[in-house]
């Protein structure tokens, strides 16, 4: 661990940081034009380092302390920070299940929180700043049809690989993936939950985890359905006929 002061935009915050990797004591921060692309796209903070290989990802409390002073306390304090249970922390753990699983991510160098009841901002992941790429979305949304049927394969084998795994993604769409300058594949915004243990719930499980609006639409929506079931169904008949 490493209790590190760091300057955001100027404002010197503390956190306690876990699983320090390569990390300065002389860390700071601050705001860009990609970093407000990034905060476009969800409800966290981003800022990037001086040397800009480093990006922090900053989650806000879910209540307002003065507004929900007995929320704030029990689920934003005592639960979040003290219990351990911040976003980073979570988010910290499901990289390691990506990159178990074979997946691609950025280097992780480490989660913190913030004990100061004064930071609103508890929750702090750092991690490589992959220059250079663009959000999968962004990508799929400027290719032809063959490119982006093209993309969806990519996409299912992926996700495939995961539930192969024993895992499927909380929040699965194209915005969680960054698509570096060479066309690869790196995932982001990693929240995981382990796949149920029977067998038979396994599939419904992952089916779920695919929706229209985040597929963009209907035809990829089934496209993908069908392509992960082949994927996921097979590797489960390989799997119980190897045994």
Same mark, same amino acid.
């Given at each position: ?7 955001? =935009?100027?404002?010197? +915050? ?20 990609? @970093?407000? !692309? ?27 302390? +003065?507004?929900?002073?007995?929320? /704030? ?33 950025p280097r992780c160098?480490? /989660?913190?929180v913030s004990l ?59 915005? =969680?993936?960054?698509?570096?300058? =060479?066309?690869? #594949?790196? /995932? #982001?915004?990693?929240?995981? +939950?382990?796949?149920? @243990?029977?067998?038979?719930?396994? /599939?419904? !499980? ?26 996921? #169904? ?10």
């Amino acid at each position: 661990m490493k209790l590190l002061d760091i300057p955001f =935009n100027d404002r010197r +915050r503390r956190y306690l940081v876990v699983h320090p990797d390569g990390l300065s004591n002389q860390l700071a921060f601050s705001s860009t034009t990609t @970093t407000q !692309a990034f905060e476009a796209l969800g409800s966290s903070r981003f800022f990037v380092s001086q040397d800009q290989k480093i990006l922090a990802k900053v989650v806000p409390d879910k209540f307002p302390r +003065r507004q929900a002073p007995l929320k /704030w306390l029990l689920r934003d304090y005592l639960e979040k920070r003290w219990l351990g249970q911040t976003d980073a922390r979570k988010e910290y753990r499901s990289l390691q299940v990506l990159r178990r699983a074979g997946l691609a991510t950025p280097r992780c160098y480490g /989660w913190g929180v913030s004990l100061n009841p004064g930071n609103h901002n508890g929750s702090l992941l750092l991690m490589e700043h992959v220059q250079n790429a663009q959000p999968g979305g962004e990508v799929f949304n400027k290719l032809d049809e063959q490119g982006r049927l093209a993309f969806l394969e990519r996409f299912c084998l992926e996700v495939a690989r995961l539930a192969g795994a024993g895992y499927a993604h909380r929040d699965l769409h194209y915005d =969680n993936l960054l698509i570096d300058k =060479n066309g690869d #594949i790196l /995932w #982001i915004d990693t929240h995981v +939950r382990r796949l149920p @243990t029977k067998s038979a719930d396994q /599939w419904p !499980a992952l089916k779920r985890s695919l929706t229209v609006t985040k597929l963009r639409g209907e035809a990829y929506h089934s496209l993908a359905e069908t392509r992960l079931h082949a994927l996921f #169904i097979g590797d489960e008949s390989a799997a119980s006929h190897r045994g």
